[in-house]
């Protein structure tokens, strides 16, 4: 089943840190459960063997169906799957073909870095 993934979308409200900088509270951050989307695979890189560290990159490109709009934006985060996923760039929001002001579906990157 294509579309039988389900995300939660993680929105962080700002806070001022003790520094007076604002910051995200990921520890206070609105849950928002979404069924019915598509993770697919982006890509995966590595570091080279010459860093002190091994670092890896994981990417997935998160799809909605045809009339199906989310409430996601660039500073949100995604859990899927047992990860934690930092949205990358813009949402994408495909305009519907024949209804002008609607969404038709929606696409994001997301990725994750370890090591």
């Known amino acids: 089943m294509i579309y039988g993934d389900t995300i ?4 962080a409200p700002i806070v001022i840190d003790r520094y007076g ?16 989307v598509s993770v697919q695979p982006r890509s995966a890189t590595e570091s080279g063997s010459d860093e002190a560290r091994e670092m890896v990159t994981t990417g ?21 799957s047992g990860r934690t996923l930092e949205v990358i760039g813009e949402i994408a929001r495909w305009p519907h073909p024949v209804r002008p002001t609607a969404v038709h579906h929606v ?3 997301v990725q994750r870095w370890s090591g």
């Open 8 to 11: 939660t979308i993680l929105r």
């Open 21 to 36: 900088n604002e910051v995200r509270d990921w520890e206070h951050a609105a849950r928002t459960t979404v069924a019915g």
């Open 60 to 80: 997935w490109r998160i799809f909605t169906r045809a009339g199906v709009d989310l409430d996601v934006e660039p500073t949100d985060r995604i859990e899927w």
């Open 107 to 109: 696409e994001l990157d």
